[in-house]
T-cell receptor, first 112, second 116 residues
Framework: AQTVTQSQPEMSVQEAETVTLSCTYD???????LFWYKQPPSRQMILVIR??????QNATENRFSVNFQKAAKSFSLKISDSQLGDAAMYFC?????????FGTGTLLAVQP | GAVVSQHPSWVICKSGTSVKIECRSL??????MFWYRQFPKQSLMLMAT?????????EQGVEKDKFLINHASLTLSTLTVTSAHPEDSSFYIC????????????FGQGTRLTVV
């Protein structure tokens, strides 16, 4: 069975600084996708970034980028120039044909 | 992005009764829908995956007879909590995807269920 692990329950970053959230996963499949979702206090899930396992190039979306290490089954999220609006719960997720499973989440606080 | 509407946003029901939660994709056809349960400050626990016209696939430990999932059309899936008990009180979230595993899944606003 696939599993997703986030080892950092909480993280804090100063505004304008950079923070990296960690995620590891386990799967025996070769074709899958990885995602980072954000859940603000409203609890509405928002897609931050996605990565296809077959692509070696790390995905980037504006201030958000990932470090995808397939062999190590690691998928970290880097947030640059952190903003107050980035404060939220961040979930790493694994996507397969009939699965979309989430890690335990990292609560990110942004200090002004 | 696409819109997924989940209704109701909150519901209170008496122990022993059933409650139905609806999840609708408003502007796309959802070939796959996921139902999650989220406890306070915890992750989303996948309960089941449903594909339109097929029986739902339940995760291990999730009671099929208690959590009835129907995905009758490409825009609607329902979760019915039967014979609800206080321990079923939780936040339930649906998600809909219009394509394969790499397609973005869009989420409903969630339903806060309280069983008294």
């Amino acid at each position: 069975a696939q599993t997703v692990t986030q080892s950092q329950p909480e993280m804090s970053v100063q505004e304008a600084e950079t923070v990296t959230l960690s995620c590891t996963y386990d799967t025996s499949e070769s074709d899958y996708y990885l995602f980072w979702y954000k859940q603000p206090p409203s609890r509405q899930m928002i897609l931050v970034i996605r990565q296809e396992a077959y692509k070696q190039q790390n995905a980037t979306e504006n201030r958000f980028s990932v470090n995808f290490q397939k062999a190590a089954k690691s998928f970290s999220l880097k947030i640059s120039d952190s903003q107050l609006g980035d404060a939220a719960m961040y979930f790493c997720a694994y996507g397969a044909t009939n699965k979309l499973i989430f890690g335990t989440g990292t609560l990110l606080a942004v200090q002004p | 992005g696409a819109v997924v509407s989940q209704h109701p946003s909150w519901v209170i029901c008496k122990s022993g009764t059933s409650v139905k939660i609806e999840c609708r994709s408003l502007d796309f056809q959802a070939t796959t829908m996921f139902w999650y349960r989220q406890f306070p400050k915890q992750s989303l626990m996948l309960m089941a995956t449903s594909n339109e016209g097929s029986k739902a696939t339940y995760e291990q430990g999730v009671e099929k007879d208690k959590f009835l999932i129907n995905h009758a059309s490409l825009t609607l899936s329902t979760l019915t909590v039967t014979s609800a008990h206080p321990e079923d009180s939780s936040f339930y979230i649906c998600s809909a995807r219009g394509g394969g595993r790499g397609t973005e899944a869009f989420f409903g606003q969630g339903t806060r269920l309280t069983v008294v």
